[in-house]
């Protein structure tokens, strides 16, 4: 029952106020199903926290997990909202722990 409420809430979070944002070269867009697409790629998981207080979407985590269109493998994106300013961390998700790490941080805005 949990799950399906935090469900239901990122699908109303995301379908209004979180419609279509620009990070660097990701861009990022709600569907009416709730599903975050990057770059027109739909995310594989997708997990909602919130910072300080319940349903308050000026600080909010999401986080995703998404196919990386320019190489094998998936990146793991996560966008911090403080005081409605938006950044996006993104790590290439290493299959081997030798593997070089591959991060970095984006400013985020509001496109639509």
Same mark, same amino acid.
Request: net charge positive; hydrophobic share 35%; with cysteine.
């Given at each position: 029952?949990?799950?399906? #409420?935090?469900? #239901? /809430?990122?699908?109303?979070?995301?379908?209004?106020?979180?419609?279509?944002?620009?990070?660097?070269?990701?861009?990022?867009?709600?569907?009416? /199903?709730?599903?975050?697409?990057?770059?027109?790629?739909? /995310?594989?998981?997708?997990?909602?926290?919130?910072?300080?207080?319940? @349903?308050?979407?000026?600080?909010?985590?999401?986080?995703?997990?998404?196919?990386?269109?320019?190489?094998?493998?998936?990146?793991?994106?996560?966008?911090?909202?403080?005081?409605?300013?938006?950044?996006?961390?993104?790590?290439?998700?290493?299959?081997?722990?030798?593997?070089?790490?591959?991060?970095?941080?984006? @400013?985020?805005?509001?496109?639509?």
């Amino acid at each position: 029952m949990k799950k399906i #409420i935090c469900l #239901i /809430s990122l699908m109303m979070f995301t379908a209004s106020a979180f419609s279509a944002t620009q990070c660097g070269p990701f861009y990022l867009k709600a569907n009416k /199903s709730g599903w975050m697409y990057v770059n027109g790629e739909r /995310s594989e998981t997708q997990k909602i926290t919130f910072l300080k207080e319940k @349903d308050d979407y000026d600080n909010v985590k999401l986080q995703w997990r998404v196919k990386n269109a320019k190489a094998p493998g998936m990146l793991g994106m996560e966008q911090i909202y403080r005081d409605g300013k938006a950044i996006l961390n993104v790590e290439v998700i290493r299959t081997h722990q030798s593997q070089i790490r591959i991060h970095g941080t984006y @400013d985020c805005e509001k496109v639509d």
